[in-house]
């Protein structure tokens, strides 16, 4: 288990921040920010990149070790053919503009997912920012891009099978840390706190296997407008929670 670490607030009365050392967002809301300003869906996504932006920048800050955030879901294709378009050139003009800031920043760039169904270019993006990220030991943004929280643990299951059909492992060496081993995250900490804005109170298939025993915070503000304030109210929301993991007594920190 790991520990989090700590900030001060600026106040000395009040009880220091607690930092996640694995943030989970998912980012809600774009097209109802667009539909509440008389904006198309695709401006609400342009928006949304900037609130990714910011919350990278927030994260290196206030020393939060890995942020996983929920970008196109499994799920998503069934959107309009001109918006999946649209999110998919967001994300190259997004690589483009911001990679070098990243490597700068020290900050490592997985994306998890299946590839199965992508165009050529677009893996070929994929493969290039891991790439030219992997030597950095900063923050770890671990993108989910083409997930889904059943699909993942299913091709889990599938490879593990593979290892039994040939031999290589008995089932009932099976454990919870081969599973594990199995997933998308493989090497990377658990989530400890999942955020989703819009006000949307569900977790829609994300890091279901991850976020046994994260913390959910459900905000009301549709991604674009989750800013500074929103992510020191998150945390303060962190730390006010007591974090058992299925035991009697809260884990110290």
Request: glycine share 8%.
């Amino acid at each position: 288990m790991s520990l989090d670490p700590i900030i001060a607030t600026g106040n000395a009365a009040r009880e220091p921040l607690r930092v996640p050392v694995h943030m989970g967002v998912i980012m809600d809301g774009n097209g109802r920010w667009a539909k509440a300003r008389g904006k198309r869906r695709t401006e609400g996504h342009i928006e949304g990149v900037k609130s990714l932006r910011n919350l990278v920048e927030l994260c290196i800050t206030h020393g939060v070790a890995h942020l996983t955030v929920f970008s196109f879901s499994s799920e998503n294709w069934s959107r309009p053919r001109e918006e999946i378009a649209f999110i998919f050139n967001l994300l190259r003009r997004f690589v483009a503009s911001d990679l070098q800031r990243l490597i700068r920043n020290n900050v490592r760039v997985r994306i998890i997912g299946t590839r199965a169904g992508l165009e050529p270019s677009l893996l070929r993006l994929i493969d290039d920012v891991e790439a030219k990220t992997a030597g950095n030991t900063g923050l770890v943004l671990v993108v989910a891009f083409n997930y889904g929280g059943k699909a993942e643990i299913a091709d889990a299951t599938r490879r593990i099978a593979v290892e039994v059909a040939a031999g290589r492992l008995l089932p009932e060496q099976i454990t919870e840390q081969t599973i594990e081993a199995a997933l998308y995250t493989a090497g990377l900490p658990d989530p400890d706190l999942i955020v989703r804005t819009s006000g949307e109170q569900r977790i829609s298939n994300f890091l279901l296997w991850q976020a046994a025993y994260s913390e959910l915070v459900f905000v009301d503000e549709n991604w674009p407008d989750f800013n500074e304030a929103s992510f020191m109210r998150v945390l303060e929301t962190f730390t006010r929670r007591e974090r058992r993991f299925g035991g009697i007594e809260a884990a110290s920190s």
